[in-house]
């Protein structure tokens, strides 16, 4: 596996997986998928938009990186990370976290932080716990699921 700067070539593949994980409605606040017409100035519109790539140039994982803020607070950034269904478990998820680290440090951010982790993403949360993140605290019913129940999200943050 690769993790690279996306093409592109890449659209239509980043497109699905990131609505595949709108859809599933239990990560990520969007509540509409994103048009394959809007995601070339979606992805674009990032500071940066990197993709995992497999052996066989499948993509298999993207993220979005970009400021959290602006002004006084430009220096925090913020991303989004999708992996396919089909290859979850794989350690993709890790990998995209990682080179979001230091594409975010490379860019001149300090700090990387998650404004939304769904508590019961506990891939995710267990994966930020590994790789040095802080929890800031967690916000009681953050997050409205699919059939509209509430549930807490949590913060992260880590120093770059």
């Not at 997986?17 to 048009?35: G, H, M, R, T, Y």
């Not at 993509?59 to 607070?73: A, F, K, Q, S, T």
């Not at 699921?145 to 880590?158: E, M, P, S």
Request: aromatic share 10%; glycine share 10%.
């Amino acid at each position: 596996m690769h993790i690279r700067a996306y093409t592109g070539q890449d659209l239509p593949e980043m497109a699905a997986i990131w609505n595949a994980v709108v859809e599933a409605a239990d990560a990520f606040p969007q509540s509409e998928p994103l048009p394959e017409t809007e995601a070339a100035a979606f992805f674009a519109g990032q500071s940066y938009t990197g993709v995992a790539e497999d052996a066989s140039g499948a993509i298999v994982g993207l993220y979005i990186l970009h400021p959290n803020n602006v002004g006084r607070c430009g220096h925090i950034a913020n991303a989004s990370f999708a992996v396919d269904a089909a290859r979850r478990g794989e350690h993709i998820g890790e990998a995209l976290v990682r080179d979001c680290l230091a594409q975010g440090k490379r860019l001149g951010f300090r700090i990387l932080q998650f404004n939304a982790v769904v508590a019961a993403n506990t891939a995710a949360i267990r994966l930020y716990e590994k790789l040095g993140f802080h929890k800031i605290g967690t916000v009681k019913d953050g997050f409205m699921k699919k059939d509209g129940a509430y549930t807490d999200i949590i913060l992260f943050y880590k120093e770059l």
